[in-house]
């Protein structure tokens, strides 16, 4: 399976991510699934002329590829020229490129929130660059390529969202192509493979025992669940990051880092500071997304009143002062 990869308005950052796809290397895990880049900007050798000509033959359909992936959002602008991002040495919009590929790609994948939903670029007060997803503005579907688009192969645009990428996440769909095919039915319904965005970042959270008792983080290290105070979006977001561990073992959750839900549409744009939970009367506004308001505010009110004292204590608190107490055989103490 051939993979073509172009990048636009992004960081780069899904690349870097790619790079670090665990626990084999990147290349041997996609050459035992029998993919290959066809070209890709930041690892192919062919630069200028000659990447150029491989991207010319693409276009014509000379050479034949089967996955088109994207990195970083569609820059439409100025006034829908696309002429914000011009192809190096070639002077076309990298918008026109994209359209044109699409057209002959079996399958067209969005790496990363930017290309799948517009991301940061899309989010800059006013939208001056004009920028959008593949096949959506944020939530709405539309973007550069049309709500109805299709590729050869009959998906919608396959949108890895996330900022960056989990490198498993598009290892995990290339293989999956490859070897047993998609189909819309592998997609929810913001075009995200549900294998792993039919996970919440909230399941698997180390901070999981602290959540339960609503024992809440108060300041930046504390060890308690970070929802209540601390901006934490973990319940919300759709994505398996404390299961499939970043980098070996990390997620964010792991470092201390409240999530900010990075693989839903319009994250990058919360209406208040990251790290703070926005609340009414005392009880926040984002909450768990399967949990009515009434049902949260009483199991809270429940769980708060049945705390432990060692999960009350540790979660305000940067290490373990209490640890599980023993229980005795018989009982005592
Ligand atoms: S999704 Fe995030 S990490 Fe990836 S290119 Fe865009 S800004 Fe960079
Ligand atoms: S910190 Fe966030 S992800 Fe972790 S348990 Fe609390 S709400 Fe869930």
């Known amino acids: 399976m051939k993979v073509l990869w172009l990048q636009s308005g992004g960081c780069g950052g899904c690349t870097q991510s790619l790079l670090c796809s665990e626990p084999r290397s990147l290349f041997d895990e996609l050459r035992d699934a029998g993919i290959e880049f066809v070209w ?168 999981n025992e602290y959540y339960e008792f609503k024992a809440s983080a108060e300041k930046q290290s504390d060890l308690g669940c970070l929802m209540e105070n601390l901006g934490c979006k973990g319940t919300q977001a759709h994505a398996d990051c404390n299961l499939r561990a970043w980098n070996g073992s990390g997620s964010c959750l792991r470092g201390g880092f409240a999530c900010i839900a990075c693989t839903e549409p319009g994250f990058e744009s919360p209406g208040h500071a990251f790290q703070e939970t926005p609340k009414v009367a005392g009880i926040p506004i984002g909450l768990p997304s399967d949990m009515p308001k009434a049902w949260f505010v009483a199991l809270a009110a429940l769980s708060k009143s049945a705390t432990p004292k060692r999960v009350r204590d540790n979660a305000v608190v940067d290490h373990l002062v209490l640890r599980p107490a023993i229980k005795k055989k018989g009982g005592g103490k």
């Not at 490129?97 to 790609?105: D, I, K, S």
């Open 40 to 207: 890709h900007p930041a690892l192919s050798e062919a630069s200028g002329g000659e990447a150029l000509a491989v991207l010319e033959a693409c276009t014509s359909g000379e050479l034949a590829f089967d996955v088109l992936c994207v990195e970083g959002a569609m820059l439409r602008g100025p006034n829908g020229s696309g002429r914000f991002h011009l192809m190096a040495g070639n002077g076309r919009p990298l918008t026109e490129w994209v359209t044109r590929l699409a057209g002959h790609a079996k399958w067209v994948f969005a790496i990363g929130s930017c290309t799948a939903y517009g991301g940061f670029s899309a989010n800059t007060p006013g939208n001056p660059l004009e920028a959008c997803g593949l096949q959506y503005d944020e939530q709405t579907p539309g973007g550069l390529l049309g709500a109805d688009f299709r590729s050869a192969g009959g998906l919608p645009v396959v949108n890895i969202a996330g900022c960056p990428t989990h490198p498993g996440w598009i290892v995990e769909s290339l293989q999956k192509l490859a070897l047993e095919g998609m189909a819309d039915t592998d997609l929810d319904e913001l075009g995200r493979p549900l294998f792993y965005a039919g996970e919440l970042v909230h399941h698997g959270c180390p901070r």
